[in-house]
């Protein structure tokens, strides 16, 4: 059996590529001997295809998904809406199988209608997605899993959507802040979830106590919950690495939205060594 290999999320050097570009990340990530890489996060068009193209081959490197906005953007970013050609054709280029959309849209927020009506559209963009070779997939949070009856946000986007043309990339630190088992949740999905996100969670009280603030205005999360590198949390990543592999899964990016006070060098260091000695180094 093929097991699923590690990537890095790129979405945690965000800034330095921003900053700097590529290229100082990448052979960052290459050094660590990860050879997979998520571009989320960070720039991909035009501009900046050449650099990620040439440092792919020259470092060996292959980008296992690319993120993609739904609805289209005021930043910049390329949506499937407006874009999707043109996202299919920079997958391609790379040799990537997976255009992903990062979070559901703002408008499906707790209705379930909605639910319905995204559940379509993805539909949509997979067929047209498929004709150029890849595979379209949904990435959840934690409000995918409110409940609409007797079944969650999640359950009627994908008894609703194609398995032919429509995946699910499952993250393990947000199962678990919406209360479910993340370990469960991937074999549950045998067969749609060929991206798993490994991301640990820990729980940290902040000096000053918890008054309800948050980590940021954007994320709308209590200080006392963070997210952790791998094998510094609550998470038993072992079980959930080996129902990775038994489920088929073909890419397990890690995913740290934020380090906090190390740097994302450190951070994605520590997430690195800690799979390998926790009995997973041939997922690289």
Known sequence: MQKPLVAVQMIIFGDEV???????????????????????????????M????????????????????????????????????????YANRLNCKYVRIGSLPSWAYGKEDAHYRY??????????????????????????FQRYGDKYGFEILAENTRPEYIGFEMDTHWLQFAGLNPEAWIR????????????DYRIVMPPE??????????????????????????????????ACIETGVKYMPIEQDTSYNLSPYESIKISVENIRKIGFADCF
């Open 18 to 48: 921003l900053k700097s570009g590529y290229e100082k990340v990448l052979r960052f990530i290459k050094e660590l001997g990860v050879n997979e890489i998520e571009l989320s996060k960070v720039p991909v068009n035009k501009n900046t």
């Open 50 to 89: 050449p650099e990620i193209e040439r440092l792919c081959k020259e470092l060996n490197l292959h980008a296992c998904a690319m993120n993609a906005a739904f609805d289209p953007t005021s930043d910049g970013s390329l949506s499937v809406t407006d874009n999707l050609d043109e996202l299919a054709e």
């Open 119 to 144: 559940a379509e559209q993805l539909n949509e963009f997979g067929k047209r997605f498929a004709a150029y070779g890849i595979k379209f997939y949904h990435h959840h949070h934690e409000y995918e």
């Open 188 to 199: 549950c999905m045998q067969g749609r979830a060929d991206l798993v996100h490994l991301k």
């Open 209 to 242: 106590g918890v008054s309800g603030e948050v980590t940021s205005p954007k994320e709308l999360r209590k200080k006392i919950t963070q997210f952790a590198e791998i094998g510094t949390g609550s998470l038993d990543m072992p079980g959930i690495i080996n």
